[in-house]
């Protein structure tokens, strides 16, 4: 398949006395891995009777051993970068946020670079202005993004050096559209080598936690091409050790087959599709996000429409005539409506059954109604959904009910989606939210709307199978632990081992062995699983300095 695939070992190694998720034998204890390839799963006796000399054998002391997660919307410079940089996430106030600054212009010098600020947390509810933020820094340039990453704070010695005020988008520091995409370009101005670092130090983070792959979702208003043409490693090794796979898409918008045929030759045939962070329209933080009706904190505006239909239906018959996958970044109602449009155009110029085979997808797809997802289902449609968004703003006057009032019930519908047969895949949008996959099984199990909860179950293979199937993988054994499946999987240490329901009229978590489900992690003690060892196609990604 396409993307940044990872050479295969070979060596036999049984891992024993612990608990392996599979399907195939919910009670299996003990796996062989031969190589690239798992040979073989089963209990303890079995694997007693098949050790022999030639074999590593790891025991596993109880601990987990489950199919890899994929990661289904990564940023992976992003997230390299803000994991070196000011990091905002825990401000609780503006002050807060202010001080953080001004703390940290006393140890640097230079540009002020810092990330995941949330406005909707905090007392105050509103941005720092570029005043503040000048008075913060020493009249430093500072460039802070937003959560979402849609919107920016900066100061007003960056917006003067860029003449920002003269851009749409600009409100006394506070940045979105041309304005913000102006401010970005500069704050991301590294070299080549230096987003290389960048790049190594987030999939070396992403193995860490577990990750045997991460959807990239580049795109030229994130990056220039050249960025992702590293990180594929067309432009010299990434790295000299075994790092997650890049499963590619590049999203930038095409009119005819000559700009489809320049961007496969340019990225050597690697793409998945031009698709990702496409943008149809933006983010509820920054308001951009494209709504029927009026925000609830500012009636007077719906959100910014980036594209057309037209431009979506052209974009995705080009791609379906390419055979690659189209995709569009869409959160809003109305911009989910543009989206459907295009895809209604697309199948007037290829057929609907052409459309179906090509299997686009839609990223965030955050305000969707009962109507947009019959029309997904019917256009054979995946959606890559972060359940951690829900969890950091679905709650009761969170960010979600600030922006939309009731409207809030109706976001990222997970259990809808499945329900009707929509593929789901998951996905952090880090550095949006952190990259922690099974945080977002969490937040999917305890969705702030009781009716759009599944089972973890259903949650753990949104995380690893379907992220594979949305990206086009061919072997549909790849995501899952079995006789002949890649082995691609991780190690965890964990402190209890359940059954999860989504019913919330029964008790949460069940231990039954009569449930004949493979177990998974208990996520409602406060116990977080820890990654002990992660190994994609039999090649060790992380291990855990306490792994024997």
């Known amino acids: 398949m396409n993307g940044s695939e990872i050479p295969s070992a070979r060596t036999l190694t049984l891992y024993r006395n612990g608990s392996v998720y599979s399907a195939g034998d919910p009670f299996a204890t003990a796996m062989l891995v031969d190589g690239d390839t798992v040979a073989w799963v089963g209990s303890e006796q079995a694997a007693t009777s098949i050790q022999d000399s030639k074999m590593d054998v790891v025991d596993l002391q109880g601990a987990l051993v489950a199919p890899g997660f994929v990661d289904s919307h990564v940023h992976t410079t992003e997230l390299g970068m803000s994991l070196t940089t000011l990091d905002l996430s825990g401000c609780t106030s503006l002050a807060d946020l202010l001080d953080k600054v001004s703390d940290y212009a006393a140890g640097t010098t230079g540009l002020i670079l810092g990330s995941n600020w949330d406005e909707s947390r905090w007392p105050e509810r509103r941005a720092p202005t570029a005043a503040e933020l000048d008075a913060a820094s020493g009249n430093r340039a500072v460039y802070l993004s937003r959560s979402d990453v849609h919107c920016a704070a900066v100061s007003g010695t960056l917006a003067a050096d860029l003449r920002l005020q003269e851009y749409d988008g600009w409100d006394n520091g506070f940045v979105v559209r041309a304005a913000h995409d102006a401010a970005r370009t500069v704050a991301r101005d590294a070299d080549p080598d230096q987003r290389a670092v960048f790049q190594v130090a987030a999939l070396k983070h992403a193995a860490s936690r577990g990750v045997v792959a991460v959807a990239e979702m580049a795109a030229p208003h994130i990056a220039p091409p050249e960025d992702l043409r590293r990180l594929l490693g067309l432009d010299g090794p990434l790295g000299d050790e ?167 019930e109706n976001m990222n519908r997970m259990a809808s989606l499945l329900s009707a047969g929509v593929p789901v895949a998951l996905g952090s949008d880090t550095p949006v939210l952190p990259l922690d996959p099974w945080s977002g099984v969490r937040a999917a199990v305890s969705h702030s709307n009781p009716k759009e909860r599944v089972s973890a179950r259903a949650a753990f293979i949104g995380h690893t199978r379907a992220g594979w199937r949305a990206a086009g993988e061919s072997n549909f054994m790849r995501g899952q632990l079995a006789a002949g499946a890649p082995a691609s999987f991780a190690l965890w240490e964990v402190q209890e081992l359940m059954v999860q329901t989504p019913d919330a009229n029964v008790s949460a978590w069940s231990t039954d062995p009569r449930a004949g489900t493979p177990l998974l992690p208990a996520l409602d003690n406060g116990d977080q699983p820890r990654c002990l060892q992660t190994v994609h196609n039999g090649r060790e990604l992380y291990r855990a300095s306490d792994l024997m």
Do not use: C, K
């Not at 869409?330 to 609907?352: F, K, N, Q, S």
């Open 242 to 408: 075994p790092l997650p796979q890049v499963l590619p898409y590049w999203g930038q918008l095409v009119e005819n087959e000559a700009e489809v045929t320049g961007l496969v030759d340019f990225f050597e045939g690697r793409l998945l599709g031009l698709a990702g962070d496409l943008n149809i329209d933006g983010s509820f933080g920054a308001r951009t996000a494209a709504l029927r009706e009026g925000y609830t904190d500012r009636p007077e505006t719906t959100g910014t429409m980036y594209l057309t239909a037209e431009q979506v239906g052209r974009h995705l018959e080009l791609m379906t005539r390419a055979g690659l996958q189209g995709g569009f970044h869409v959160i809003g109602d109305a911009g989910m409506d543009t989206a459907l449009a295009g895809l209604r155009i697309a199948a007037d110029a290829v057929g609907e059954a052409a459309v179906r085979a090509a299997h686009h997808r839609l990223e965030h797809a955050e305000l969707t109604d009962d109507a947009a997802i019959a029309e997904l289902l019917r256009f054979g449609v995946s959606v890559s959904l972060q359940p951690g968004f829900d969890a950091a703003w679905g709650h009761p006057g969170g960010l979600y009910e600030q922006r939309l009032g009731d409207r809030r």
